[in-house]
């Protein structure tokens, strides 16, 4: 039986691992399906305290693995299907198997937000994407006119970044304002090859027949003209939803789906414990993230403490 399994390997999970095992606690830490999180798809991380001149999201969380691997973290590559918070030791399902643990640290993130249209997953992988610095230089965006869709920090970021590779890229969004920070937004809109189309929505992705992105169908939504604009990828960046299902109805989450902390890093539940994006859907940065992996691992050191006497 293990003291306590960390689900997920992003800054929360991989800082309340350091801080577990430093504990002694030999911590099993659970990658789920995407190792390193979010963070590694990033390009530079230029906000993470320490690294004057910015750090590689990839070289970052790299770094945060083998820092908690030092003192003794066990990194496993697995993907947990179920829980079952009702039977103590909780009973985790990981890829077919059983993984019984005194302590839980819920730190499984969020993922990416999709605009929920027919095309967009009949041509995910096909030129529609969510993740400029994972996709943006392959060959069929290069020279091309290409669409990002959202107005907060991740699409500012995407349209920047894509501005390498591109022709010409156009920012939808559906308001006339941007929501990104004000730094990130004067970028965008100085740009000479960001076109921004505001109070506009996607309606259909094209072109579902020829397998690959031709275009997206546009509506104004002030005045409910739809127009055609070509473009040869569609990189969507409108936020992101909590991976908290399989915790749906034992622990408390809010309507969005987000756990609901309590007195810092607590669940609803006794020695379930959370960190990170999927409970934060305000401050949602990295060092936030690994600030409450620290609390989330405190915490859980200190409940195994008391329940141990
Ligand atoms: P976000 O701030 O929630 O922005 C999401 C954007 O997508 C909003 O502009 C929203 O429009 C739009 N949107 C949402 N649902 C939509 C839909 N169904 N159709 C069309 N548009 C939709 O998310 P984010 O940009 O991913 O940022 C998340 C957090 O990470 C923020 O705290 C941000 O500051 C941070 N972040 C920071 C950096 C950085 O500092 N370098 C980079 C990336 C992210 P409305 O504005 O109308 O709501």
């Given at each position: 039986?293990?003291?306590?399994?960390?689900?997920?390997?992003?800054c929360?999970?991989?800082?309340?691992?350091?801080?577990?095992?430093?504990?002694?606690?030999?911590?099993?830490?659970?990658?789920?399906?995407?190792?390193?999180?979010?963070?590694?798809?990033?390009?530079?991380?230029?906000?993470?305290?320490?690294?004057?001149?910015?750090?590689?999201?990839?070289?970052?969380?790299?770094?945060?693995?083998?820092?908690?691997?030092?003192?003794?973290?066990?990194?496993?590559?697995?993907n947990?299907?179920?829980?079952?918070?009702?039977?103590?030791?909780?009973?985790?399902?990981?890829?077919?198997?059983?993984?019984?643990?005194?302590?839980?640290?819920?730190?499984?993130?969020?993922?990416?937000?999709?605009?929920?249209?027919?095309?967009?997953?009949?041509?995910?992988?096909?030129?529609?994407?969510?993740?400029?610095?994972?996709?943006?230089?392959?060959?069929?965006?290069?020279?091309?006119?290409?669409?990002?869709?959202?107005?907060?920090?991740?699409?500012?970021e995407?349209?920047?970044?894509?501005?390498?590779?591109?022709?010409?890229?156009?920012?939808?969004?559906?308001?006339?304002?941007?929501?990104?920070?004000?730094?990130?937004?004067?970028?965008?809109?100085?740009?000479?090859?960001?076109?921004p189309?505001?109070?506009?929505?996607?309606?259909?992705?094209?072109?579902?027949?020829?397998?690959?992105?031709?275009?997206?169908?546009?509506?104004?939504?002030?005045?409910?003209?739809?127009?055609?604009?070509?473009?040869?990828?569609?990189?969507?960046?409108?936020?992101?939803?909590?991976?908290?299902?399989?915790?749906?109805?034992?622990?408390?989450?809010d309507?969005?789906?987000?756990?609901?902390?309590?007195r810092?890093?607590?669940?609803?539940?006794?020695?379930?414990?959370?960190?990170?994006?999927?409970?934060?859907?305000?401050?949602?940065?990295?060092?936030?993230?690994?600030?409450?992996?620290?609390?989330?691992?405190?915490?859980?050191?200190?409940?195994?403490?008391?329940?141990?006497?």
């Amino acid at each position: 039986m293990e003291k306590v399994v960390i689900i997920g390997t992003g800054c929360a999970g991989l800082t309340a691992a350091i801080y577990t095992a430093r504990a002694n606690l030999n911590p099993l830490v659970l990658t789920g399906t995407m190792p390193g999180g979010l963070l590694t798809t990033t390009s530079t991380v230029e906000n993470y305290p320490g690294f004057t001149d910015g750090i590689d999201g990839f070289a970052l969380m790299e770094g945060m693995q083998k820092q908690a691997e030092r003192f003794g973290a066990r990194i496993q590559f697995g993907n947990v299907e179920s829980v079952d918070l009702t039977t103590r030791p909780f009973a985790l399902a990981v890829d077919g198997s059983t993984v019984r643990a005194e302590a839980v640290i819920v730190a499984t993130g969020a993922g990416h937000r999709h605009l929920g249209l027919e095309s967009e997953a009949r041509l995910e992988k096909k030129g529609v994407t969510y993740c400029a610095t994972c996709d943006g230089a392959l060959p069929m965006f290069r020279n091309q006119p290409l669409v990002v869709v959202g107005g907060g920090d991740s699409a500012c970021e995407e349209a920047l970044y894509l501005t390498r590779f591109a022709s010409a890229v156009y920012l939808v969004h559906r308001r006339d304002q941007l929501r990104a920070s004000k730094i990130m937004a004067d970028r965008v809109l100085a740009h000479a090859k960001i076109k921004p189309v505001w109070d506009s929505v996607v309606t259909e992705i094209l072109d579902v027949a020829l397998d690959k992105v031709t275009g997206v169908r546009l509506k104004q939504v002030k005045t409910g003209a739809e127009t055609h604009l070509p473009c040869a990828g569609v990189f969507v960046a409108i936020g992101h939803v909590p991976n908290t299902q399989i915790f749906q109805g034992q622990i408390d989450l809010d309507a969005n789906g987000y756990v609901v902390p309590r007195r810092g890093a607590e669940t609803s539940l006794a020695g379930v414990f959370v960190a990170g994006d999927c409970a934060d859907h305000v401050y949602r940065q990295a060092i936030t993230a690994a600030g409450m992996g620290c609390m989330a691992a405190i915490e859980a050191e200190r409940y195994l403490a008391q329940s141990a006497r």
